[in-house]
């Protein structure tokens, strides 16, 4: 559409108008325009108004399933471009986020066993999948709680931009969890454990990367500090894990 010579943008009148906004119709200057092509481009106001600057989970744009696939699949193979480019949000929505990623591992997990239990001993009654969903739940949870605080006392140590930011951060960057779906499905299948092994460990790295990635760039840490910051959590999980293995063989010893 062709725009005439007179026109001004309606965000600033003094300015000429060179573009429409592809959402509210408005005339605007290049300055109002944020990326993308020039057919689709929207204004800063609807931008705004719809949240296209922030991660696509917290956008007004789209299904819900829409958004959580965009969102899952930038922060999994496309991390750098989706942290840089997203303005941290609301840490509400972000862990509402992080629930559906682990209802949905803890929902694989006890299906899986409920599944192989009922191939052993005959069908599992329902009440007795509970207790099951429950630990995941709460394994997950303890997981990620850990990972976050030790990642946010590494980031408030070098230099971070706040608690809230490591929340919002830390919730998207646990989207690998998703992949202990996978080792919940292939460990009844793996007769050595060697499968499961790997996928827990890919799993645990991809995580670390994340973790760096948002030291990065939602706290502006520099490349040797996010490094540090990312490897804390894990850092702290194996003294954990280490802990509770000695407290474990001090208490078997004679």
Not at 4 to 28: F, Q, S, Y
Not at 110 to 117: A, I, P, R, S, W
Request: glycine fraction near 10%.
């Amino acid at each position: 559409m062709e725009i005439a010579t007179e026109a001004r943008c309606a965000a600033h009148p003094d300015t000429a108008a060179d573009a429409i906004c592809a959402r509210c119709g408005d005339l605007v200057c290049g300055a109002c325009l944020g990326p993308g092509d020039a057919d689709t481009r929207v204004c800063a106001a609807c931008r705004e108004r719809l949240g296209l600057d922030r991660i696509a989970w917290e956008q007004a744009v789209g299904g819900w399933a829409s958004r959580w696939w965009r969102t899952t699949r930038g922060v999994l193979f496309a991390s750098v471009p989706t942290f840089s480019a997203a303005t941290p949000g609301s840490p509400g929505r972000a862990l509402g986020y992080l629930a559906t990623v682990m209802l949905t591992v803890a929902l694989v997990a006890t299906l899986m066993n409920v599944l192989t239990f009922s191939s052993r001993v005959g069908l599992v009654a329902l009440p007795a999948a509970l207790p099951i969903f429950a630990f995941v739940l709460v394994a997950q949870a303890a997981h990620v709680l850990t990972r976050t605080l030790a990642f946010h006392a590494a980031v408030h140590v070098l230099g971070g931009r706040g608690l809230l930011r490591s929340v919002w951060g830390s919730a998207y960057a646990h989207a690998p969890l998703l992949f202990y779906a996978l080792v919940s499905v292939f460990a009844p299948l793996s007769s050595n454990g060697v499968v499961v092994a790997v996928l827990v460990l890919c799993t645990e790295l991809w995580l670390f990367g994340e973790l760096l990635i948002v030291a990065q760039h939602v706290h502006g840490l520099s490349g040797g500090r996010a490094l540090l910051a990312g490897a804390a959590p894990w850092l702290v999980l194996v003294a954990l894990a280490s802990a509770s293995c000695l407290s474990g063989l001090a208490l078997a010893a004679p």
